[in-house]
């Protein structure tokens, strides 16, 4: 239940924002929100033990951030899949802790760019130099990596918790 309240938090965050802050380029806005991507991330721990479920839950968030946010059916969806592939291999074989989160954020954030551009350029659906791909992930870091260590911290609150974060 907590992990459903999570990702609808996080859809609503995200929904409010976009329609708030400004997101095209050349904006002043150093706060383009991602936090679905990096709510999938975050929300592993609950899928111990039940990696496909979490693979098939983090495919279907996908679509629905691409239902909401792009229009490009199952565009989401398979960079929410690989999120969660690298989100796995994080869990299991780094330490995660709220320190090092950061740096795993951040890396969430990086990943998710580079797949968007990478399709992007494949499939010329927007021409994307290497500087709007650095703008991009420059005006995304700090909201992002913000959200990520409270959420980080709102999940790892208390001692039921804390076990799930426990490699």
């Known amino acids: ?3 459903i309240l999570i990702i609808i ?10 329609n708030v802050l400004p997101f095209m380029k050349g904006d002043l806005s150093i706060f383009t929100s991602l936090f679905v991507p ?13 990696e496909l479920r979490y693979y098939i839950e983090s495919f279907i968030i996908g679509i629905i951030y691409d239902l909401i946010f792009t229009n490009l059916l ?8 690989i999120i969660s592939l690298v989100s ?8 995660v802790d709220k320190y090092k989160n950061i740096m795993y954020v951040f890396l969430i954030i990086i990943l998710y760019e580079f ?3 990478s399709i992007f350029l494949i499939f010329n659906l927007v021409p994307i130099s290497f500087y709007d791909f650095i703008y991009k992930i ?3 870091l700090l909201i992002n990596v913000v ?18 974060f426990r490699t």
């Open 1 to 3: 239940m907590k992990k």
């Open 9 to 18: 938090s996080s859809f609503i965050l995200d929904i409010i924002l976009s």
């Open 38 to 50: 990096i709510t999938i991330y975050l929300i592993y721990p609950f899928y111990k033990n039940q």
């Open 74 to 81: 199952f565009f989401d969806g398979v960079i929410f899949l």
């Open 88 to 95: 796995v291999k994080i869990y299991k074989n780094f330490i």
């Open 115 to 117: 797949l968007v551009a």
């Open 138 to 140: 420059s005006h995304t």
């Open 147 to 164: 959200y990520g260590f409270l959420l980080y911290e709102i999940i790892g609150s208390g001692s039921r918790q804390k076990k799930l």
